[in-house]
């Protein structure tokens, strides 16, 4: 049996995404720039999709900008809070310390550049203090950014208060929505942030376009320069195909999203229940407020590479919490800030759901996982050592 458990990654393209690429690409190939019908006529079909993506989100249509994913949406808006903040002389980043490396490697280069950058921790369960997150902001603040969903455990922030608070304290906030639009119910209004970004491939949509929500009033710098296009704050013509896939993976995503979340949901918890009754092992992150696919674990005395590896070759396409695959020998930074020891923290294993996944699939799963965990811990030194009382266990 073959098993994508790795949606979080990247999901497959929707039918409905792939043939309206290929139509626009066809019939619709002029430059939204250009003058002339057949330009006029992409840019036609350009706002409309701007305007059906702002339908969606609950904003106006000039507050969203196309760009090529969330990394380049999530840079743009700090980039742009912070140069704000800096000519007003506030000069102070909230954030938290489980952010996307989108965020993290902005914010770190924002602190070689003089700016105060506080990562708040987050408790074992994977969620920020709306507590922590007040007692951080003064004067000084010019941005909050804590993400809508997390990318490696699931779990939920409570963006709807941080935005309340930041409001408030007119103080702008940012929210990386990847993981969440198009799995859980976002609206901008209800969130009160000022910047919202979202990627097209983690719904259904092609890899390489996504969108930036920016309230109106609400500063926007350029990262890129040469041309006029997206109100002349995103040089480069627009990949209208890609766009209009987007669009169309977004809107049947959010059609299906009562009955899919539903079912995923299900399912999620089935594969919780079947991986919770491996010894020593743990939930990442908190059961219950989280995303519908998201299934994080770690298993103690075992290297989650070799737990990859070993579940491809099974047909099971899943990814890790470790670093390790990406040639790092540092593990996740989520799960070290949720309390996991770095030799735990090694052992992880992300499985993503989606709609396309079927009961029987998570029955495989259930069926699977367990035994190649056993496998790897019958070799591991560690494992014999923790059996022997020469080491602690963990979990």
């Known amino acids: 049996m073959k098993v994508y458990a790795d949606n979080a990654a990247t999901a497959k393209m929707r039918e409905s995404a792939l043939r309206v690429y290929a139509e626009t690409a066809q019939n619709f190939y002029g430059n939204p720039s250009s003058l002339h019908s057949p330009g006029q006529e992409a840019r036609s079909l350009l706002e409309e999709c701007r305007e059906e993506i702002a339908a969606v989100l609950g904003a106006k249509p000039k ?7 969330g990394s380049e949406a999530d840079n743009q808006a700090i980039l742009s809070a912070a140069h704000l903040g800096k000519l007003k002389g506030k000069m102070k980043i909230v954030s938290t310390a489980i952010e996307h490396h989108a965020v993290l490697h902005t914010l770190n280069k924002l602190k070689k550049e003089g700016y105060e950058i506080v990562l708040l921790p987050v408790g074992s369960n994977g969620i920020v203090r709306i507590e922590d997150v007040e007692a951080a902001l003064d004067d000084k603040t010019c941005l909050v950014s804590v993400m809508f969903a997390n990318n490696e455990i699931g779990t939920l ?62 500063p926007l710098y350029s ?3 040469g041309g006029a296009q997206e109100r002349g704050k995103r040089a480069g013509t627009e990949d209208l195909p890609a766009i209009r896939a987007m669009t169309a993976a977004l809107k049947e995503a959010i059609g299906e999203l009562p009955e899919a979340a539903k079912k995923v949901t299900a399912m999620r918890d089935r594969l919780i229940e079947g991986l919770e009754k491996i010894p020593h092992s743990a939930l990442n992150g908190d059961r219950e407020k989280r995303l519908p696919g998201n299934v994080s674990f770690c298993f103690e005395g075992i290297e989650g590479e070799s737990l990859l590896l070993l579940l491809d070759d099974k047909g099971i396409a899943a990814s890790s919490g470790s670093a390790c695959t990406s040639g790092s020998l540092d593990p996740s930074h989520v799960l070290l800030a949720i309390g996991r020891v770095h030799d735990v923290a090694h052992g992880s294993l992300r499985l993503t759901l989606s709609a396309e996944n079927t009961p029987e699939e998570i029955e495989y799963l259930i069926e699977e996982v367990p035994k190649v965990v056993e496998y790897l811990r019958h070799m591991s030194p560690v494992w014999r050592d923790l059996q022997e009382g020469k080491r602690t266990f963990i979990l």
Do not use: M, W
């Open 63 to 69: 507050e969203i900008l196309f760009t090529s994913g």
């Open 223 to 225: 990262l890129i320069e």
């Open 157 to 218: 922030q409570p963006v709807e208060e941080i935005g309340r608070l930041c409001r408030a304290k007119k103080i702008l906030f940012h929210t990386d929505a990847v993981q969440a639009v198009g799995h859980t119910a976002v609206n901008v209004e209800a969130i009160g942030c000022d910047y919202l970004a979202l990627s097209a491939h983690k719904f259904g949509g092609p890899k390489g376009v996504g969108a930036l929500y920016v309230r109106t009033g609400a």
